[in-house]
């Protein structure tokens, strides 16, 4: 896959109106500074917004109209005429009443119960906001790479790489062979053993973590099929993907590291993937999962005095 963002989306429907805001969180931080004001323009005013031409919005937003279009096509709509459609969309779906969305900024001094209901909420959005950008084409052929694989590495460091680990007992409770790298050098090590039906995985919420993008580059170069689980689509680890699955950008704040946020969205995407996947096998995985269960199911039991 190339680093040309209008082809990550390539293939896949035009999102629905209730999945515009969702993309443009997503998307906004990678795109040009005038790419950003036409994306938050149609976002923070969609009724306005829809009644505007191509013109009207790039003086609006003090862009071109070739920036317009652009951006409409990034966001995955084929022309400007699309966004327009699901602007007025978004537009009455905010008109029915629903509740406008709350901060989830959380301050020193807030109440534990606040915490608590702010984080809550936020946990819930990200989640939304990752379901509505996830493009369904491309995990369906992630999920056909895995099910039919010989092997799966998957590459994570920090918190990307307790979701490495996360998918790795996932697969392999359904029969899946499988290996988590966390230690670059053992992930590139091992990435040079790929072959062409092999899956490498890489879980970056930056799209720039080198230690992830190394391996996966070795990986994509040995011919193995590469996926890579990013907030970022179009970061550097994309240049090395076939497959993207782009999860929800981080709500960063002085209490709340990105890595929080960015960890939920990656393990929807995680659970997304083992699910298809076992569905896809679920003649060898069913029975796999149920040895599993049996095997451990002792030590889940109270243990009888001596």
Same mark, same amino acid.
């Given at each position: 896959?190339?680093?040309?963002?209008?082809?990550?989306? $390539?293939?896949?429907?035009?999102? %629905? *109106?209730?999945?515009?805001? $969702?993309?443009?969180?997503?998307? %906004? *931080?990678?795109?040009?500074?005038?790419?950003?004001?036409?994306?938050?323009?149609?976002a923070g005013d969609p009724a306005g917004c829809a009644a505007l031409t191509v013109t009207g919005l790039a003086g609006l937003t003090g862009t071109s109209e070739a920036t317009v279009v652009r951006t409409a096509r990034l966001l995955g709509y084929p022309g400007y005429r699309d966004l327009r459609l699901a602007l007025a969309g978004l537009?009455?779906?905010?008109?029915s009443g629903r509740a406008p969305a709350v901060t989830a900024d959380i301050a020193v001094d807030d109440p534990i119960a606040d915490v608590v209901a702010k984080l809550a909420y936020d946990e819930q959005q990200t989640l939304a906001d990752t379901a509505a950008a996830l493009d369904t084409v491309q995990l369906g052929a992630a999920v056909t790479a895995i099910a039919t694989a010989r092997r799966v590495d998957i590459y994570g460091v920090g918190a990307s790489g307790l979701v490495a680990q996360d998918l790795l007992q996932k697969l392999m409770r359904i029969g899946i062979i499988a290996?988590?790298?966390?230690?670059?050098?053992?992930?590139?090590?091992?990435?040079?053993?790929?072959?062409?039906?092999?899956?490498a995985i890489a879980i970056t919420h930056s799209?720039?973590?080198?230690?992830v993008i190394e391996p996966l580059r070795v990986a994509f170069e040995r011919g193995a099929t590469t996926v890579a689980i990013t907030g970022r689509p179009n970061?550097?680890?994309?240049?090395?993907?076939?497959?993207v699955l782009t999860t929800s950008t981080a709500r960063e704040s002085e209490l709340r590291p990105a890595a929080m946020s960015s960890r939920t969205s990656q393990l929807l995407v995680v659970d997304c993937l083992f699910v298809g996947v076992a569905q896809r096998t679920?003649?060898?995985?069913?029975?796999?999962?149920?040895?599993?269960y049996e095997a451990l199911a002792h030590r889940h039991s109270p243990r009888t005095g001596r």
């Open positions: 896959m190339t680093n040309d963002v209008k082809e990550i989306f $390539a293939g896949g429907a035009p999102p %629905a *109106p209730a999945a515009l805001a $969702a993309k443009v969180r997503t998307l %906004a *931080p990678s795109m040009t500074r005038s790419m950003q004001r036409v994306a938050e323009a149609v537009a009455a779906q905010q008109q290996h988590a790298h966390s230690d670059p050098h053992l992930a590139v090590t091992g990435a040079v053993q790929l072959r062409a039906k092999d899956v799209g720039s973590t080198g230690d970061g550097p680890v994309a240049q090395y993907a076939d497959h679920y003649e060898t995985a069913a029975p796999a999962l149920s040895a599993s």
